[in-house]
């Protein structure tokens, strides 16, 4: 089977840099995701690593490496707006189109 | 472009009953996943379709069915409801290339069985 593995709370402060990891367990393993939901709203998609290495996106970089079944994503000049729960999700399994979801990190930050 | 739309946004029922959601997908994707979202739960995977074929299936029981329509539209159902689906089930669609890991999501179907 699959599983994901990710702290279910962090808090920081505004301005400084936060990381959270994922750790995961797959069978077969096609690329890592992560995802961005504010209460009441829609998961968004943020960033998808398939190789070893950082991705980086304004703000928000995303690591990978496929040896630790490991990855993490970090956030930089934190707003209170990224207060939010955030989802790594792995493809893989089975099926390279399937799709499986951690349980989520709450984000808190403080101004 | 327009997103993706899920009915009925609420919807309250009763122990025993059965449910049907519907979710339209962007225009072009052909790919449909629906979740259940419970909290402290995350995402649970319930299935995912691609032109019209179930390609993968969660661990839910077998109250919980669905299917996708010719134009990708796809409905999930739910029979003999259990006050433990009371949920926010989410429908993401896809290209379903397989390439990259973006799903875009509807804002949910809120469920509450009594």
């Known amino acids: 089977g699959q599983s994901l593995e990710q702290p279910s709370e962090v808090t920081a402060v505004e301005g400084a840099i936060v990381q959270i990891n994922c750790t995961y367990q797959?069978?077969?393993?096609?690329?890592l995701s992560w995802y961005q939901q504010h209460d009441g709203g829609a998961p968004t998609f943020l960033s998808y690593?398939?190789?070893?290495g950082l991705e980086e996106t304004g703000r928000f970089s995303s690591f990978l490496s496929r040896s630790d079944s490991y990855g993490y994503l970090l956030l930089q000049e934190l707003q209170m707006k990224d207060s939010a729960s955030y989802f790594c999700?792995?493809?893989?399994?089975?099926?390279?189109?399937?799709?499986?979801f951690g349980s989520g990190t709450r984000l808190s930050i403080r101004p | 472009k327009a997103g993706v739309t899920q009915t009925p946004r609420y919807l309250i029922k009763t122990r025993g009953q059965q449910v049907t959601l519907s979710c339209s997908p962007i225009s072009g994707h052909r790919s449909v996943s629906w979740y259940q979202q419970t909290p402290g739960q995350g995402l649970q995977f319930l299935f995912e379709y691609f032109s019209e074929t179930q390609r993968n299936k969660g661990n839910f029981p077998g109250r919980f069915s669905g299917r996708q329509f010719s134009n990708s539209r796809s409905e999930m159902n739910v029979s003999t409801l259990e006050l433990g689906d009371s949920a926010l089930y989410l429908c993401?669609?896809?290209?379903?290339?397989?390439?990259?890991?973006?799903?875009?999501f509807g804002e949910g179907s809120r469920l509450t069985v009594l």
């Open positions: 999700a792995v493809r893989g399994g089975s099926s390279a189109s399937k799709i499986i």
């Open positions: 797959t069978s077969g393993f096609y690329g």
């Open positions: 690593n398939a190789l070893d």
């Open positions: 993401a669609s896809s290209l379903g290339a397989d390439n990259t890991g973006e799903l875009f």
